[in-house]
């Protein structure tokens, strides 16, 4: 009898984890974005071709990357974001599994450019299918570009499965939105075919939510508060008479990650009940912020599903914070917000 089981090569497993991480294009334009972000970027520009299929390209002004840590941040489990499993309690960046570069180089052509603020020069690297084409020096500017081109180039499979431009096209634009509602105070720039979807200086969180959803916004929020030892809510929700039968502009984050829970949801249009149609959804962009120990974030890959240690505590903290905050509507009709 002979022993029949090996490890897989780098490339290999590189490409299953990718399965995970990067489903389209979307999905890798939210590793990228994230982590400009967590690289301390005050601006952020996205330029898209071919909704994505054929280049997504995040250029920051982060602190960059030296050499060596350039071609490490292409391997699996290759991180700065932690350093021990205790770690994984505390976690206050976006990123941790050290998986998305190493994925996303393995199922596209990948050019990456960075620089320190203390350097004068930068590197470059060009890696296809996790296999590194060029790396050498480069003069640039302090900061981070990865283009990623031609996603699933070497997998035709996953590329036959991409939808039309459009839909592509709208995954991104949804995703571009949840991480500049995020952090209003960066500038977030997204380009699609040379032409500008969005330009957002930096600015209060009303501010981004009319630079993103349009001037009709302007006169519709009502700020949302609640403050409680376990956990703090804020942010704006739409006025009952801006909700819309079609869903998309709800939003919450915890600790400034964009999360999907319909129990939340759920939380939110019970305190608009009697207020909008039941066919209606309320706008509402909701920021709790919670002790990271009292949440699990590493339940799924892409982390936009995570788990509370006390989910029904949070639903009423939640559907409280929005019945003051329309009752408090109700009163004074005319909030003035100075933008
Ligand atoms: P993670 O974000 O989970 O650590 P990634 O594969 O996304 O894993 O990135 C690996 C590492 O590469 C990061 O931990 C970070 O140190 C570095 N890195 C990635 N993108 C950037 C960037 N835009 N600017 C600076 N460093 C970056
Ligand atoms: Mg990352």
Redesign the pocket.
Known sequence: MSDIIQLLPDAIANQIAAGEVVQRPSSALK?LL???V??GATQVQVIVKDAGKQLIQVV?N????SAT?ARM?FERH????IRQSKDLFSIRT?????????SIAAVAQVELK?QQADSELGTLIQIEGSEVKKQEPCAGNPG?S?SMKNLFYNVPARRNFLKSNPVEMKHIVEEFQRVALSYPEISFSLYQQDLEVYSLTSGKLSQRIVGLFGKNYKGNLVACEELTPHINVKGYIGKPESAKKTRGEQFFFVNNRYIKSNYLHHAVSSAYEGLIQTDQHPFYVLFLDIDPSHIDINVHPTKTEIKFDDERTIYSVIRSAVKQALGAHHVVPALDFSF
């Open positions: 590793e994230e982590n400009a967590d690289a920051d982060g602190k960059g990357m840590d941040s290759a991180t700065s974001k976006f990123g941790f599994r050290g998986e998305a570069l190493a960075t981070t990865v």
